[in-house]
């Protein structure tokens, strides 16, 4: 008896063990310093989980400090021709403030055509990104749905003049970029 009570009090302990272990979540960014620059790369999706699709996450930013300037002065806004789109810059290529509710649309026209666009919205900590290539299924329009937990898809893949559409269903004001 004494030994069946010593089996079961250690079976006991490795299942708490493990199940407090199997509870945290790694979190995988890392920066580093290169010269006039700072790398951090993760992952796009957080915690990275076995067998869901993901990608990797690099973020290059200068720094050095840059004169003051008109941050729209580069970006490209629905429908919009005027500009030349800067992405190391200004690390986007499109910013919007969406109500509780609210809805931005994006079209991408040829000018993005064989790029990976990279968003993301605050105050949620994930990103996603878009793939622009002529060898993509057509669709006219895509709907990204911007939820607490992240975006629904992450990823997409659509063709030059695809419009994209940002849906928040978090219920607070975000901004996506």
């Not at 790694?26 to 989980?49: L, T």
């Not at 720094?63 to 500009?83: F, Q, V």
Request: glycine share 10%; net charge negative; hydrophobic share 40%.
């Amino acid at each position: 008896m004494f030994l069946f009570n010593r089996y079961v009090c250690t079976v006991l302990l490795i299942v708490v063990l493990f199940s407090v272990m199997g509870v945290r979540s790694a979190m995988a960014h890392e920066g580093r310093n290169v010269g006039d620059y700072n790398f951090i790369v993760g992952f796009i999706n957080e915690p990275a989980i076995e067998g869901m699709i993901n990608g990797v996450s690099l973020r290059l930013t200068s720094l050095k400090e840059e004169e003051s300037h008109d941050h729209n002065a580069h970006m490209k806004m629905s429908g919009s021709t005027s500009g030349e789109i800067d992405l190391v810059s200004h690390g986007g290529v499109f910013v919007s403030e969406l109500g509780g509710d609210g809805v931005f649309e994006f079209t991408f026209d040829h000018d993005f055509e064989d790029l990976t666009v990279p968003f993301h919205a605050h105050p949620i900590e994930t990103q996603g990104s878009i793939m622009i290539s002529h060898d993509n299924l057509a669709a006219d329009l895509i709907v990204i749905k911007i939820h607490s937990t992240g975006f629904e898809p992450s990823m997409v893949m659509i063709r030059p003049d695809t419009t994209i559409r940002f849906e928040n269903h978090m219920g607070d004001p975000t901004v996506i970029m």
